[in-house]
């Protein structure tokens, strides 16, 4: 599938200031960026790569006090939506040396909290199977609540709240899949599905020695989902990390079929 991607930001800042940026679509296994343009005005960019290989990070310094920005993306995503069921969970001793961080807790995904409701509700499934059944249980038990929650909701927060929005029901399914001892990290994605639209945040997990995309929103699907970034949480994988207060203005992203 062919997704066309754009994104326009206007932010101030007190101070002259460097952002840190993860918003351009990756070059990686299953998609393909075929055309692809980021103009930030007077900036000066250096290019750093992302986690675990995926996409690529800007430090943008900022010499003024405001922030324009445009970023345009043609995108050819070419991986299959696969059921999870029946793929099977590497044992432990075999995962590889950059997959093994992701069974861990991080800053606002506290999986060992999780191990007891986990081994209760889903302890008699396995691989794909427990997996699949976690991501239901959340699509079905959350709600999708914008304003819910802010930077600093943690994911026993959502849990005990029972809404969120994107950024926490993939807080949660990786809290409860690391809990059951399988890989989980976090995804910065565009998809068309998104709404409101805006910058989209999901997991993969490893099952069958590869990261397979996980949407418990259930607003985007592997075959339409192009990623930008992976990381443990929503800490690694924001859009725009800014040394200096930041002022939203505005900003505008948009993912249509092509």
Known sequence: ???????????????????????????????????AWINIGDATIDRIAGDSGVGERIWARVPGYEMYLTYHAVVDVTRPTVPLEGMQAIPLHQLPAEVAPYLRPSRYVQSDKFQS????????????????????????????????????TNVLET?????????????????????????????????P??????????????????????????MGQPHNIAKIAVGRDAYDIAFMDSQ??????YQAVSVVEG
């Not at 691989?127 to 976690?134: E, N, P, Q, R, T």
Request: hydrophobic share 50%.
């Open 1 to 35: 599938m062919r997704l066309i991607i754009d994104v326009t930001m206007h932010y101030n800042f007190a101070q002259p200031n460097t952002v840190f940026l993860a918003l351009e679509a990756a070059q990686t296994d299953g998609q393909d960026v075929i055309d």
């Open 117 to 152: 409701f986990v081994g209760k509700r889903f302890g008699h499934l396995g691989g794909g199977d427990k997996v699949a059944a976690i991501r239901d249980w959340i699509t079905q038990n959350l709600s999708y609540v914008p304003g819910s929650s802010d930077a600093d």
């Open 159 to 191: 849990f005990a709240g029972r809404q969120g929005v994107c950024r926490d029901y993939a807080h949660l399914i990786c809290a409860m899949v690391r809990a059951a001892q399988i890989p989980a990290r976090m995804v910065a994605a565009y998809s």
């Open 193 to 218: 599905g998104v709404w409101p639209p805006d910058f989209h945040a999901l997991a993969e997990v490893w099952l069958d020695d590869a990261w397979h995309l996980v949407d418990p929103t259930a």
């Open 244 to 249: 200096a207060p930041a002022g939203l203005i």
